[in-house]
């Protein structure tokens, strides 16, 4: 089998995998078993070189990464549900979603970004900025202001918002932590693993490559460390290492 191409973004951070969406497919191509190979494409080139290998924009009309090409069939397939349901299909063994379950998995996504990421998700963009290359600045900064509707990058997350976009963004992770003590298993769903577990466990490499290392270590605490064992046994249920605090700046 030849491997699979996926289009990640880079970052300033030296071996650093930062992307939340395009980590999902990382776990997913892992967890099946199946090689790839990564093409890093910097920010502000991603929709031009994504049209360039015929790729299709999201539902929101917008081109960005994950996106796969499979040399095997020929296939190029853009966003991380639809290449999650394409791997399923088209590498049946070790389903990542279990059988008539994908709108629950796209609503469970929603449901954890509006509770857990809406709040913070400005705050969160500030710090991603920090390790974005000098080249892609400009074009991250511009897009950013444009998804949130600002004209200036100060406005973003004050001093004076970002302490409360953190303390929300903690109770989220609470809401979302009670979410698991109540699956009956180590899963969302119960003893089944599930693309829902990848998804959440992508924001976590996220957070771990942006925030600094107070920060991580306090989300790694909450919910008596429930996160920190989430991250750990979805790491080893795809035999991956992403995310591990170990692996990012000022880690202890």
Known sequence: MQ???LYDIPCKLPKTIWAPNPSKTRFCLSYKGLPYDVVWVEFYDVAAAMKGIGASPTAGGR????????PNTGAVVSDSHAIAKY??????????IPHGTHILMETFETLFINTVMTPSFRLLMVRTLEIQNDVSRGAFIESRLKMFRETQWEDMAPE???????????????VAGGWYQKSGGKWIMGDTFSFADIVVVSWMVWWNAI??????L????????????????????????????RKH????
């Open 3 to 5: 491997p699979i191409i």
């Open 63 to 70: 081109y960005t990464v994950p996106v796969i090409k499979d």
């Open 87 to 96: 791997l399923d299909r088209t590498y049946p063994d070790k389903p990542l």
């Open 160 to 174: 004076g918002k970002a302490q409360q976009m953190w303390v929300a963004f903690k109770k989220g992770l609470g």
């Open 211 to 216: 925030l600094n290392e107070q920060e991580r």
């Open 218 to 245: 306090e989300v790694h605490a909450l919910n008596g460390g429930s996160w920190a064992r989430l991250l750990a046994d979805v790491n080893a249920e795809c035999n991956t290492d992403l995310g591990s605090l």
């Open 249 to 252: 700046r000022h880690s202890l």
